[in-house]
């Protein structure tokens, strides 16, 4: 989940209240979803949840991957993209708790399931956050390319090429699979759809500014899952 805050350079304090103001609304969420604060309370799996997102909104608050921008280009038309790249997840976990609690469409696998959604959640926040403090000044809420910037290729984007769009997701279908309810594969393939759709705009911008270079990046990384790497021929 984590809707991250702006990334621009901030007080300590601005930074602790950002964190409170996300996480009180993640929990409020869930709240409302489980019939109140009291069974949130009483919900184990969901107050590990949010414990991951307080988690993850204070590691980006500290870290502060981008600490300026510098745009020069921003193609027109993200709104709708960005309002549903915000949305989907904020309200997945949300409408998967309602589920439970309603006993809709429950997925087997009991515990040991709700509690590997828990991990995976985690896991994936923990990917999202490592792409987002790789990229530095150059990540931007909106596809945008920045006045120094650099194609990267290390560290998680050797990999893949979207490792932050991959954790998002990854991370999605943790918080939806906590909650054990098939409602969650739905909500988890259409944040797939906005983030495919989203990772195909970026890569125009950056194929546009950088030519053989991202061609010759794209050839050896797969887009979501990492390629399988080519044995030499031998002689």
Do not use: K
Request: charged fraction near 15%; charge should be positive.
């Amino acid at each position: 989940m984590t809707a991250p805050p702006s990334l621009v350079s901030r007080s300590p304090l601005r930074a602790l209240l950002s964190v409170v103001l996300v996480t009180a609304l993640e929990a409020a969420l869930l709240a409302i979803a489980l019939g109140g604060t009291g069974r949130l309370l009483a919900h184990p799996r969901a107050l590990a949840l949010v414990a991951v997102w307080a988690a993850g909104s204070a590691s980006l608050a500290w870290l502060r991957p981008a600490r300026t921008q510098d745009v020069v280009e921003r193609p027109a038309g993200q709104g709708a993209l960005l309002a549903a790249l915000l949305v989907v997840p904020l309200l997945t976990p949300m409408a998967c708790a309602a589920a439970e609690r309603a006993g809709l469409w429950p997925l087997p696998g009991g515990a040991a399931l709700r509690w590997g959604g828990v991990a995976l959640a985690a896991l994936g926040l923990a990917l999202r956050i490592a792409a987002m403090a790789r990229l530095g000044s150059r990540f931007a809420p909106l596809v945008a390319l920045q006045r120094q910037h650099a194609l990267e290729t290390g560290g998680p984007y050797a990999v893949v090429r979207h490792p932050g769009y991959l954790g998002a997701w990854v991370s999605n279908l943790g918080a939806a699979l906590a909650f054990g309810s098939a409602l969650g594969l739905v909500c988890a393939a259409l944040f797939a759809l906005v983030i495919e759709a989203r990772a195909r705009a970026e890569e125009a911008l950056l194929a546009a500014r950088f030519g053989d270079a991202w061609r010759a990046y794209a050839a050896r990384t797969g887009r979501w899952w990492p390629r399988p790497r080519r044995r030499l021929a031998r002689p």
